[in-house]
């Protein structure tokens, strides 16, 4: 999965976010995700980690 669907809270709508980076860790792969309109990014680590998601 190079790209995914989400929120992004600098432009205020859903973009198109493209993988910049990804690496195999102890809770399991981490995807650093990036909005090619804006520098906001989150990451991901599996289904457990997604800092793009509010609590």
Do not use: N
Not at 26 to 50: A, M, N, T
Request: hydrophobic share 30%; aromatic share 10%.
């Amino acid at each position: 999965m190079m790209e995914r669907e989400a929120y992004c809270p600098s432009c205020e709508e859903t973009q198109t976010f493209y993988r910049a980076a990804s690496t195999e860790m102890h809770l399991g792969r981490k995807i650093k995700w990036h909005c090619p309109d804006c520098d906001y990014g989150f990451v991901s680590i599996d289904e457990s980690v997604d800092t793009s998601v509010t609590a």
